[in-house]
């Protein structure tokens, strides 16, 4: 891709100095200079947006709303230079005028609007749209407060909140113009007037929904995508009655709580809360996208029938899936439209996406909750569930089976059953995952729709995730390859050739060294820990979640403390074993884990036989940044839930991508992966998961391990007895039982295949050559992970949408 010179970008730099501060390059403090830089970029955007928009509606484009209540953004400046083609020519222009770029990325604070995976994804999707230039616009909360900051207090996880607007609002462009109304609460009156629904509000709550737009360029692309951040305001801005009488608080506080809406961003992961405020949140985004839609739609095309040539909706997981009442809503209520022609609509423009199979996370809500709270919303949820109960009867399927799939029952609003029958295509992000929402969670739906089921397998930016966060590896394969993969990422199998070049392995090799030393330093500065950056990384980076099982993780260094205490010579790998993720706030056993892995460390560190082999970090706050610097640090990648648990996993693509290798479960993409790199790619291990549903089916009998193991039983008692003056008995108690607190997980049943993948992976790592050739084949292959094959497929068999 073309990039601009230096004079080019100095002379852009001192543009914007002049225009906003009238100071020059040698005055200007980097936060003035990070303005400047972002203001560079802004302008530059604008120009691209402005064009593709044009060329759009010359081709009467069609445009997908990707609607998700997460985007997880990280930063912003060094993404916009890199895709802008800046990055280089800023570097060198600012560097010889005695500036360094990095301390204007340091500057930017994180835009965490997200908890993980799925939050994630939506920002790489993002990516690879505007890359491979077809139209798209995100929908999200403007939250206040992104997910919260994790700090260790002696040990624990406390959090924090996180303020990242001062620095996040550079990218934000207001929008006035497509601010929008939202109602809630209060009651209605439907009735029929010349053959139209007429529905009257009274006493309803109304806030404004207020838009501001981010761009996200493309690379080498025309292309801009724009993320429509809502924001929640109050409009009166006092109840001007009560302020008369003098109850300037009281206006006040009902100010703040209509402005609560947008407020804080609900830290749960994989775990469904039925919180009144959640599901405003959620009405609140579905609401204020649709209405934009529709009004910019009838603007331009006059005709509200053409909507599903020209918009497709996306459903990031249900989460947003009030969108389906609520086009439904405006579509009869205010556009005077039959229900058969507004479902006609719903039924082509609606797509929807699962990201979990885990019970407690699938989303119910009470059904007095959302009458009461979205009345107009409820009433068209009756209707959609009247109308599919009827439609089940004609085709006979079984009442049991109607109960199961119905939008209300039991006095509960199903939105993954909603989603489904609104959509014409769900899918699931791995292979294996799909399967099982075909095969078990939603059978009976794809017995009754089977064309609507299908997969796609996730995909990360391998522009941000390899070029951007590892340019040192990303500038070899460049010198090795040329620079076709940046845009063409299966350009990376003509890495494969190199594998048997002795002198590329070494630089391979190399390169994770200083990788690790660059972590080792950031590590240092962040947190005061020491880590050697000579010794395996292996690395366990996640939200902390049962089902990932960090516990397992745990319990295998537990097992290697024992061994070393009996014998500070035993032949073990020395190794730092890393932990990066954040437990949800509510989460219990998930902080404890925590504090058992911190407990753990200081043991380990107190004991100098066995601290010159083992040590232990947690760091701190993990976020896209720390992934940014710790995914090219990674040796070792600890991909281990219990098999059928983890819907896809997206930081195993990063770590490959990075030259990390697997130790893995068959779970998720794991198997992709492996399938994709070859079998000697990964070291996998355990039951898959059909053996898992077996050994569920035939009582999982943790005692038995522990009796006939005695690795098991010594690191059982070991935790029982505790780390650091702690016992954790309780997490002992909760691997061993039966039933009440048991762990559905069962870490004891894969522990021992664990150990032995261990093993076969010490042997390998024993050849450094071998593993890094290793580490070189699978990079060769991991072009297929990228978010831009994914959203290929999304174009192509879901939205059904062209390249502009
Ligand atoms: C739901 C209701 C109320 C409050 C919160 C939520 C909620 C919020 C976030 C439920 C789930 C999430 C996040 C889920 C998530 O990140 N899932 C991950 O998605 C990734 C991308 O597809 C997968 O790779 C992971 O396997 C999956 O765990």
Redesign the pocket.
Known sequence: MKQITEKEAISKINEQLEKYYNISLKDATDRQLFKALAGVCIDEMFIKRQKFSKNCKKKDGKAVNYMC??FLIGKTLRTSLFNLGFEKSFGKALKANGRDIQNLYAIEDDAGL????????ASCFLDSLATLDYPVTGHCLRYDFGLFKQKFVDGQQTELPDEWLGSGEVWQIPRQDKACRIKFDGQINEYMENGHMKVEYRDCTEVEAFPYDVMFSGYDSKNVAVLRLWSARSFNTFDTKKFSQGEYTQAMAEKNELELLSKVL??????????AL?LRQ?YFLVSAAMQSIVTTHKRRYKNLKLLPKFIAVHLN???PVLCVPELLRILMDENEMSWEDAWNIIDKTISY?N??I?KE?L?VWDENLVARTLPRIYSILKEIDRRFRSACCELGVSYSAVEEMAVISNRKVSMANLAIIASHKVNG??KL?SNILKDRIFKNFNGMYPQKFTNVT?GVTHRRWLCESNPKLSELIESLIGDKFIKNASWLENLEKFADDDSVIKKIKNIKLKNKEEFAKFLYEKQGIKIDPTTRFDVQAK?I?EYKRQLLNVLHIIYLYSVLKENPDADITTQTFIFAGKAASGYRRAKEIIYLINQLALEIDKDEKVSKKLKIVFVENYSVTVAEKLMPATDVSEQI?LAGQ??????NMKAVLNGALMLCTPD??NIEISDVCGKDSSFMFGMTAEDVANTWKNNYNPRNYYDNNPKIKTVIDLLSIGFNGTSFKGLADYLLSTNGDFDPYMCLADFEAYLKACEDMDVLYRKPLKWHKQALKNISKMGYFSSDRCIEEYAKNIWNLQKI
């Open positions: 209540m997460e997200g908890n993980g995976g799925l939050g994630r994804l609900y830290p749960a992961d994989d775990h469904m809360q039925g919180k959640r959620q997981d249900t989460h996406t990201h979990t885990l996370a989303e992000v791995s995952h996730n939200r979640h839930s983890e819907a896809s996993g997206t930081g998720g993409a």
